[in-house]
Nanobody
């Protein structure tokens, strides 16, 4: 049974930072592309960032334009964990953040339909 468990959400002031973590179990973590998505109240779930590791090409990352330069995705295959470092946070970053896993290659930004497994989410609130 695959489980993805997010942590690290909370309340932060605008301009501040948070680091989200997502720990996976029940799958061969290194074989999966991992993504972060978010869903703000009344809006659709949207792509934030994704990361893939392969033995021959190393690490590949992709970001939504809205977070590029402020957020950094990383992974630790030994810990089955993916991270999202969020800096210079803005009120519009307020959302529930979801971790998700995708088998197969990573060629660019992802959609919700691309993902095989989802976590339950962690709430990030950025106050102005």
């Amino acid at each position: 049974q695959v489980q993805l468990v997010e942590s690290g959400g909370g309340l932060v002031q605008a301009g501040g930072s948070l680091r989200l973590s997502c720990t996976a179990s029940g799958l061969t973590f290194s074989n999966y592309a991992m993504g972060w998505f978010r869903q703000a109240p009344g809006k659709e779930r949207e792509f934030v960032a994704a990361i893939k590791w392969s033995a021959w090409s190393g690490i590949s990352t992709f970001y939504a334009d809205s977070v590029k330069g402020r957020f950094t995705i990383s992974r630790d295959n030994a810990k089955n964990t993916v991270y999202l470092q969020m800096d210079t946070l803005k009120p519009e970053d307020t959302a529930v953040y979801y971790c998700a896993a995708k088998s197969g290659p990573l060629r660019g930004a992802l959609t919700t339909n691309d993902m095989d497994y989802w976590g339950k989410g962690t709430l990030v609130t950025v106050s102005s």
